[in-house]
C-alpha cells in the first residue's frame, strides 16, 4: 500500500517498526508495530510537537481517520499525531485465532502475555527514538489512558504532557474491587434503559426464553445463548446508546410459515457485537490489565457469582444486561475462542504478573496530566480515578456528567481543547 497519501489538506503517512515480542530476551522474536503520522499538509515540514494516540480496548487499533474532524482536528492546530497501532491489533502483527494456532497451550501463554500496558509502552519508546523525538505528548482514551500512567510511571522524561480521557485506573486495587464497583453502574444503566423503554424488558425476557428453549444459531454456526445475548449491555455504558438498543430489540422477532423466530438482521447483529471473536486480546486481558504480582482467577465471573447473582438470568425475574466483562464461559461458546480456552485458562491463574505503575515515581511527577472523568461512566470508576490522582502532583481532572465513557468520539474537539488549556494552566502554575 502507500507510503503516504494526502486527503482534505491533511498528510497521512505509514511507519512501520521492528520490535522485539520480549523486550527482556535479548534474541526475542520480532513483532511489527505499525503507526500512522498525521499531519496538516501545509506544516507537514514544520517543527511541530508530536501527539501520540493509545487507543482504548485492550485490543483494538487506532481510529483509521476519513477526515479532519472531532478531537483530530483540534490536535492537528499544533501537533503532528501519531496513530498507534497497539502490539497486536489494526496492522501490528495481529493476535487472532489464526495467528496463534499453529502455537501449543504453552506458547500461546507466552505469546499473550506480551501484549499488555507495558510492552507497550516500550514499543512507544523505541519509536520515539526512531522517529528523532526528545519529548512527545500522548493522549490515551479508556485503556489508552492506562498505557498514558505506565509510561508516565517508567518515561517521564520522554512526556510534554499528557492527555487522559475516561482512563484514570486504580494503580493498586485488585480487579475483584473494580468489578465490585463497575457492576454497580451497569445496575444503574439497566435501570435508566429499562425506565425510558419499559416495555423492552418483556421483550428481552422474550428473547432469553426463545434462546434458553431452542437451539438458536447465528450467522457463523454458532449457537447464541442468554448470555452472550446479556452481553450487549456493554453498549449502555455510551451516550446515545438507549435509542439504538431499543430499535434492535423492536425488531428482534419475524413471523414465519412455522411461527416466530429471531430475524436474520437481528442475528447477523448480534454476532457483529462479539468484537472478542476478531480481537481476542480483548478476552485474554480484559482482566489482566489490572493485575501486578496477582492473578484475577476471573474477577467478573466470581463477583458476579458470590454478589451480584441477579445478573444470573431465571425465567420470571427480571432480566438484565451485562456490562465490559469477560468470562469462562465465552471459550466454550464463541466460534473463535473455542480452540484458545486452555491458554484462556492459565492466563486468568497466571500470578507472575509485572507491575504496570510505579506509585512512588507517580509520587514525584512533574509532566502536566489533564483528564477527562466521566461521572457515571460505566466502565471507570469516578471514585478510583479520583483516588488516583490525589496521588500524582501536577494532575488535574475535569470530573463531568456532561458524556459518557465516548466522550472523545462524541465531542473530541471540545475535550481535547479542554484538557489542552489546563495543561498550559498547570505548566504556568508550575514555573511561576
Not at 490536535?75 to 502455537?103: E, I, K, W, Y
Not at 490515551?140 to 499528557?162: D, N
Not at 485488585?174 to 435501570?191: E, F, I
Not at 465490559?324 to 464463541?334: A, G, L, R
Request: aromatic share 12%; glycine share 6%.
Amino acid at each position: 500500500m502507500q507510503e503516504s497519501f494526502i486527503d482534505s489538506g491533511v498528510l497521512f503517512r505509514q511507519h512501520q517498526f521492528d520490535l522485539p515480542l520480549n523486550y527482556s530476551e535479548k534474541d526475542s522474536t520480532r513483532i511489527t508495530v505499525f503507526a500512522r503520522e498525521v499531519v496538516e499538509l501545509s506544516k507537514a515540514d514544520a517543527n511541530l510537537p508530536w501527539l501520540v494516540y493509545f487507543q482504548g480496548g485492550p485490543g483494538f487499533p487506532s481510529p483509521r481517520p476519513d477526515s479532519k474532524s472531532g478531537w483530530l482536528k483540534r490536535a492537528l492546530q499544533d501537533h503532528r499525531v501519531l496513530l498507534l497501532d497497539q502490539r497486536g491489533t489494526g496492522m501490528s502483527s495481529p493476535l487472532t485465532h489464526q495467528t496463534l494456532s499453529h502455537m501449543d497451550d504453552a506458547k500461546q501463554v507466552e505469546y499473550i502475555s506480551q501484549f499488555r500496558a507495558d510492552n507497550i509502552v516500550r514499543d512507544a519508546e523505541a519509536i520515539r527514538e526512531a522517529l528523532g523525538a526528545e519529548k512527545w505528548s500522548i493522549l490515551g482514551q479508556s485503556f489508552g489512558g492506562f498505557c498514558s500512567l505506565t509510561y508516565l510511571s517508567f518515561y517521564p522524561q520522554s512526556l510534554h504532557r499528557v492527555y487522559i480521557t475516561g482512563g484514570v485506573p486504580s494503580l493498586t486495587r485488585h480487579a475483584d474491587d473494580v468489578y465490585r464497583a463497575t457492576y454497580q453502574r451497569v445496575l444503574d444503566k439497566n435501570k435508566a434503559f429499562f425506565d425510558q423503554f419499559p416495555s423492552a424488558q418483556r421483550r428481552c425476557a422474550e428473547i432469553a426464553e426463545f434462546l434458553r428453549t431452542r437451539d438458536v444459531k447465528l450467522p457463523n454456526g454458532q449457537t447464541f445463548t442468554v448470555e452472550q445475548f446479556q452481553q450487549i449491555g456493554i453498549n449502555l455504558g455510551r451516550s446515545g446508546a438507549n435509542l439504538p438498543m431499543y430499535y434492535l430489540l423492536e425488531e428482534a422477532f419475524t413471523e414465519t410459515a412455522q411461527g416466530k423466530v429471531l430475524s436474520v438482521s437481528f442475528l447477523q447483529a448480534m454476532l457483529s457485537e462479539q468484537s472478542y471473536q476478531t480481537n481476542p486480546i480483548y478476552a485474554f486481558l480484559h482482566e489482566p490489565i489490572y493485575n501486578q504480582g496477582e492473578a484475577s482467577v476471573w474477577s467478573a465471573h466470581r463477583i458476579r457469582n458470590a454478589e451480584y447473582a441477579e445478573f444470573n438470568y431465571e425465567p420470571g425475574k427480571p432480566f438484565l444486561f451485562t456490562g465490559e466483562m469477560v468470562y469462562p464461559w465465552m471459550f466454550d461458546q464463541m466460534q473463535n475462542l473455542l480452540p484458545l480456552k486452555q491458554a484462556a485458562e492459565a492466563l486468568a491463574t497466571k500470578s507472575d504478573w509485572p507491575a504496570l505503575y510505579d506509585v512512588e515515581k507517580l509520587a514525584e511527577n512533574t509532566v502536566p496530566v489533564t483528564c477527562a472523568v466521566y461521572a457515571d461512566d460505566m466502565y471507570v470508576e469516578m471514585d478510583y480515578s479520583r483516588e488516583t490522582l490525589k496521588g500524582v502532583p501536577n494532575s488535574r481532572a475535569w470530573i463531568t456528567n456532561e458524556y459518557e465513557h465516548n466522550g472523545l468520539r462524541a465531542d473530541g474537539e471540545r475535550i481535547l481543547d479542554k484538557l489542552i488549556d489546563m495543561g498550559v494552566q498547570i505548566k504556568n502554575i508550575s514555573t511561576k
